[in-house]
Each structure stands twice: as C-alpha cells, then as structure tokens.
C-alpha cells in the first residue's frame, strides 16, 4: 500500500439501521409486517427490528445460506422460509408469503427507508474520522453504497465513494455507459462472497450509484477475496465475510494504490461477519 | 448463563503495556535490551517497544510457536531464536544469549514494571465499565492477573478477581493451601491455549495472586476452550487464541452461574488473537 495513505475501518455487525418500521406498525398493528429475502444481514436486521417493535417477521433465505445466518435470524424471534438458491425462487417465494400472510415486503436494497437506514453508517464513519477523502463499499443490489453515497456527499460533497464487486457483476461498465447492461431475468454472479452474489443493481439503487459513486469500480476474484478475509482474521484479528474481504482486498489493491495521492485517508466498510466458522474459505471442511 | 449476570468485555491486542523501557535506555544506551521467552503477546509487546524506543531486541520462542507470533515478533523489527518447547531450554537459552549479547532479560511476567503495565488493562477497564464486580482472567505466569488484581483492587477494594487456567495447572490447590506444590523444574501443561501452558506461577506472581485473587480457580478442558474461541469467532466477531477462549468458557461455566448472585458485572479479558489461521482447533489442518 502507498505509505502515504492511511485506512479506517467502520465495522458494522450488522445492519440494523432500518428506518420506518414504527411506520408499518401504525398503519395496521395485525397484519403488517416484513418479509425479505436476503442472504444474511438484512434478514437478520429486520428479524431484530420485527421483534423490538413486536411485529411477526419471515425472513426468505436460499438454500445454500450459512446456518450461522440462519440460525441468528431465528435467534431474534423470525420465521424462516428456504428458496431455491436464485433470485427469481427467491422473489416468488418472497410474493407467495406476502400474498398468503398480508405481510409487507422490505427488500434489502431497493428501499428508500432501508437506504436511509444504511446511510447512517457513512454519518458516524465521518463523525468518528472527518479526514476521509474516500470510502470503499460492496455493492449487493446496491442499497449500502447508495445509502452511504447519499449521506456522505451531503456531508462532504467532495469526498469519493468507490463501488467493491465481485468479478463477473460488470458494474463498471454499466456505470460509464450509464445503462443496466445487465442479462435478465436477473442471476448470482459466481463468487465466495454470497453476501453481494447478486449481479444486478436494484432499480431505484442504480440511478443514485451512478450519479454519486465513482466510475471506477474495485472487481474482486475469489482470491483477492480470500487473501482481504485472511488479513482480517490474521492481523486485525475480526472474522469477516467475503464481502468485506473484498473491500480489504480493494484496499490493497494495486489499483487504488495507483490511484490519486491525494486520496489519503481512505474508510474501508467492513459490512459483516456472517461467515460460517465451520467452512473457512482457506481451509478444508470437516468430513460429515 | 445466569440471566441476572452481564458481561463486559476488555480485549487488548498484545500487552503492550510496558513499563520501564525508558529507565533501560537511560542506564546504557549501547548495550541494554531486551531479550525474553514468550509465546507471544510479551514478545511481540517487547518487540514493539524495543523499536520504539530505538533498543535491539531479541525474542526467544518455543519451537513449535504458530508462525503468525514469529511473523509479528520479527515485523515489529526484533531477532526471533528459537528454543525446545520446554521451560528449561527456553530458561537456558534465554540466559546465553543475555550473556553472550550482554542483554537484559525482561520476563514475561515475574517483573514488577511488565505487571504495572499489565495492571493499565483493569485502569482502562474500570474506567469504562465502572459498576464491574468482578474480573476474570487467564493465568500463565501470573504476571497479568498480578498486574490487574493490583490496579483493579486499589480502585475498588471490594471487587472480585477470578483465575482461568488450563486443567493440569492445579493453580486452585496451591491458593487454598497456600503453597507453591508444583513439581520442580517448570513444566508445561497439555492445552490447546499455548499461550497459558506454563504450569507454575512466577515467584513475584504468586504471592500477589495468592492474596488478591479468589481461591476458586476456573479450570478449562481442551473442549471448553474450543467452545470458548467458537462462541468469540461466531457471535463476537473475534478471532482469539486459546488463553482468550478458556476466559470465554469460565464466563459460559455452571461454575460462575452457580456463584453469589450479587457478581452481577462480570468483566472478561480477552488477553490476545495470536492464532494461527491455518490451525482452527475445530477444523482440520490443509494436507501439506
């Protein structure tokens, strides 16, 4: 790394940071409630925001989901439900359950209230270090780096927000020709990080990513990911997930180190650490 | 666990918190240093130390000390030597090179300056959590559980500390009776948490612990040290070695939630994360 820039890090567990859940609750205190699918975070953030404010909570996950991830969204009291582990299961899954419960659906990206919610980690990373000339955020579907772009801008219009994905997402290229390129119906991308396997952005998401993020996205192949979760565990002894090893694998990366020397102070968002102890990337899992 | 009990944690990196260095250098600014046996946090903390204030310094290590200890210890500038896994090879070899290098010797714990430092860990832990009433800690030496049963009893006479030690240390024996009743010379227990696995307390160590610490020493298996470290790496969020877990098993223990219910705050050191990422103790090891 250039020896002139430095890093900070803001370690959200989780992203309980959901706005307008009181909301729901005043509309009709019986049948609303929330339905998700997710891959860990969200789902976890809404089942702990669905039990604070004493409303029922079903959370979708796919199949292949950690049981880590499974097991905390269970812990704070939500229903579970499995899908098939790709996005078009998991949004019809998501549907019937609404349909059939009358619940109300809060995706994990596409919402201007979760959005909001997100957005309130960049509010205290530059409350806690108000040098950052630069976050690295993940990109899922897109509601963390929009959230984060939002209230960052506003309060450091010239602060920069670069985009972390996994290989295969594409992202840089829908960003410098200001389109969706992306395949539909909508698929995974194939990589460790399950938390930002999603390859497209959300709809409301990508408007606002283009217009505040940089052009220049971070892609992260299953190794660098590997090598940023490694550095974590190995020297800043927190256990992460893929998609933060890829924002430290972002951080290390030659590109950045090639980028501007005026990006000095650089905030990296270590967004989980919804890892699955028995299955570490690194090493070999323990027969059944 | 008891559910009128809360628990806080104190998790310090690597005991760099000694004290005296300044004094060394004042004596002889050529050839004073620092050389010591450690597993670990004491080597890295000297080492750290040692290039801070401009000192040579050599660390000596037990030959089968997880190569990320050896890496920190030698990326914090210092020699690394290694010695037999036995405290008297680690004593002989400690005592040539001082010798041979004209060095001084700083003991990772029978060392008044090394426990003052380590008495800061209980200052800054009752500073944030004040209404703590009691502390549990691992035992190697003793030198930590010396330092902060001092400073944590001098603030507040009345609070409680607690021991955790590995099974085969036989520690709560030798306080109810009294007596130092380990076989001479020093041995090493069999435990996973290598950081703690010297059996005997130091001659300065166990006439503090004897008359600060409680008599009712919390021994941990191998098994309840593994859960310790799984329940930190999971739900914490923290990668810790085994000295941290045994502290973690002691706090889970039917021991401590059959115990005078009035221990309502409940403070757990979590006294370093020197783990070798490639050696989980509940995953098995890459084939070479």
Chains 1, 2 share one sequence.
């Not at 796919?62 to 269970?74: L, S």
């Not at 996005?87 to 209230?113: F, G, L, M, Q, W």
């Not at 938390?195 to 940089?214: C, D, M, N, T, Y």
Request: with cysteine.
């Amino acid at each position: 790394m250039s020896e002139s820039r430095e890093f900070a890090v803001m370690s959200h567990e989780s992203d309980i940071r959901l706005a307008g859940l009181e909301t729901h609750r005043n509309f009709d205190p019986v049948c609303v409630c929330q339905t998700t699918h997710s891959s860990g975070n969200h789902g976890q953030a809404l089942a702990w925001a669905a039990q604070h404010c004493g409303l029922p909570c079903n959370v979708i996950v796919p199949r292949n989901t950690p049981t880590v991830k499974i097991d905390a969204i269970k812990g704070y009291g939500a229903d579970v439900t499995l899908c098939e582990p790709n996005p078009t299961s998991r949004a019809e899954t998501c549907a019937a359950i609404c349909s059939e419960k009358n619940y109300v659906y809060i995706p994990s990206a596409d919402h201007y209230d979760v959005m909001a919610g997100q957005g309130t980690i960049a509010l205290e990373f530059l409350e806690q270090v108000p040098m950052l000339d630069a976050i690295l955020v993940a990109a899922s579907a897109g509601g963390m780096v929009s959230g984060i772009a939002c209230a960052a801008k506003q309060l450091k219009p010239e602060i920069k927000i670069f985009v972390v994905e996994p290989f295969g997402k594409d992202l840089e290229r829908c960003l410098r020709e200001g389109k969706r390129l992306w395949p539909e119906p909508p698929q995974y991308v194939d990589t460790i990080a399950e938390g930002i396997r999603i390859q497209q952005l959300g709809k409301l998401a990508f408007p606002i990513v283009l217009s505040l993020a940089e052009k220049e996205v971070f892609t992260t192949t299953n190794a660098q990911i590997v090598e940023g979760m490694r550095f974590a565990f190995e020297r800043m002894k927190v256990v992460i997930e893929g998609a933060s090893g890829a924002v430290i694998a972002a951080a290390m990366s030659k590109r950045l180190r090639r980028m501007d020397g005026r990006l000095r102070h650089v905030g990296v968002i270590l967004c989980g650490g919804n890892v699955d102890i028995d299955h570490i990337p690194w090493l070999p899992t323990r027969e059944a």
